[in-house]
Nanobody, 121 residues
Framework: QVQLVESGGGLVQPGGSLRLSCAAS????????MGWYRQAPGKERELVGT???????QYVDSVKGRFTISRDNAKNTVYLQMNSLKPEDTAVYYC???????????????WGQGTQVTVSL
């Protein structure tokens, strides 16, 4: 079994910062791409950004220059540093990871449970 556990969400004022964490645990052989998604009320889940096992990142245009994804491979953890937060960043944030579980020969996608981020005065 594999679990992704997220933490770090909360309420923050516009212009503020938050750091989300997502730790993977279980029978993990390797972790390839990891990413963050978000879903605002009444909207579809959207990709925020991804990071490869080698550390290459990609972001959706709306968060470029404000959000940074990083990972600690030794801890099987991915982070989302969010700066200059705006009310439109309010959403439930989910982490996702492509994980190779021993003894399988392919990756399986896993999701975290989601953490609420609210940007408001």
């Amino acid at each position: 079994q594999v679990q992704l556990v997220e933490s770090g969400g909360g309420l923050v004022q516009p212009g503020g910062s938050l750091r989300l964490s997502c730790a993977a645990s279980g029978s993990i052989f390797s972790i390839n791409d990891m990413g963050w998604y978000r879903q605002a009320p009444g909207k579809e889940r959207e990709l925020v950004g991804t990071i490869t096992s080698g550390g290459m990142t990609q972001y959706v245009d709306s968060v470029k220059g404000r959000f940074t994804i990083s990972r600690d491979n030794a801890k099987n953890t991915v982070y989302l540093q969010m700066n200059s937060l705006k009310p439109e960043d309010t959403a439930v944030y989910y982490c996702n990871a492509a994980i190779r579980v021993w003894p399988r020969s392919y990756d399986t996608g896993y999701w975290g449970q989601g953490t609420q981020v609210t940007v408001s005065l």
